[in-house]
């Protein structure tokens, strides 16, 4: 009994995911869909999807009281053995219904360290792990103390959103105040910190009842926070195997994910190495396969495909069956992407024999390559940084956060 196909209920505010709910029905199971009626023309993997339902707006636009009912509803014909969130914004979505319909898997007090970075930072700190200088936006005299006693410059950073949306850098008090005072009565979705210069790395991993079975680490050759704050292009690459950044981002990823009380799935986390002095810093961490393409730079690396492997994790948990892991390799990849100026950018010219996917998103212009040399993938990403940047790559603002999760 144990080894026949389980129910799995699948939530998704994005159109991504689709390897994920491909391998779920591969392995047998039933698979549903929740996601936003404003994904419907996507081309979701229909053939390997049960079910899809569609829930009005998008993301914060969700009736939660009309989601509980709904998936009550589906309940009473169908035994859900598990709900699973495939985008950051789903985590709470996802972690409320478990607790709601009593159905195992992380819960709202243990989803708050993948989701709400105070929560995240409070947590690491108390577990020892080093985090930036920060303090929560609620008490003016904790403000007031943050700013005498921390040098600057400062970021103020949106507690719940994904990537670097909504982060404002400050260089002094008054400044600071300011933008609070901007803030208005949304500071409480915020948190302050010390900004610290210097290179910032993703650990891309999977977790298996709280062991770490693989973890890739990469790069930011640019940052998330250096595009959405100047424009540019997005660069990341993985690092040299065994290497002592390799080795010191791997343990503290460890550290994380035991300090969190994260049991199994894929994890993208983040990093800082300081350039003052050279220790190494947690910025915040996700339940989730990394965004911007990076699980298809990390599968031309490794070999392994995270949304297909989380998959298969969460389908032998449900079976109860032993996981193990496929044989990884040690290529290296790296992948440049940015805004395009035209739907559909002519990048037939990039055609090094190193070149491994392209980016199929209107007005993007993405590549991920791949080579046996760490050093040729650093040089091909400068080599088409430089030449998207004339005449392909544009910038746009970055949308105003009006709602907070």
Known sequence: MENQGKTFLCISNFFKGNAFLTQLKIEGNRVFLITSEKLKDKPWAFEYIDEIFYMPGQDLDWDMEILLK????????????????????DVEKATYLREHF??????????RYFRDKLAMRMKAKDAGIKVPAFTS???DEDINHFADHVSGPWVLKPRS????NGIIKVYDKESLWNKIHELGENRLYYLVEQFKPGDVYHA???QLEGKNLFCCVSRYLATPMEISQGGGIFRSANIPYNSEDDKAIKNANNAIMKAFGMKSGATHTEFIKCKEDGEIYFLETSSRVGGAHLAEMVEAAT????????????????????????KVSKNYAGIVLTLANVQHPDLSSFDDEEVY????????AGLIVKSKKA?????LLDNYASRLSDGISTVADAPELKKFH
Not at 73 to 86: A, D, R, V, W
């Open 70 to 89: 709904g998936v009550g509803g589906l309940l009473k014909s169908h035994k859900i053995e598990s709900i699973i969130s495939l985008d950051d914004y």
């Open 102 to 111: 009593r159905i195992p898997g992380m819960g709202q007090t243990t989803g």
């Open 137 to 139: 936006l609620f008490h």
């Open 161 to 164: 959103e994904a990537s670097a």
């Open 204 to 206: 891309d991993g999977l």
């Open 303 to 326: 070999g392994l495909n995270l949304w297909a492997e989380w998959a298969k994790i969460e389908d032998h948990l449900g079976k109860k069956l032993t996981y193990k892991l496929p």
């Open 357 to 364: 996917f392209r980016v199929p998103l209107d007005y993007h």
């Open 375 to 379: 050093e040729r993938i650093l040089e």
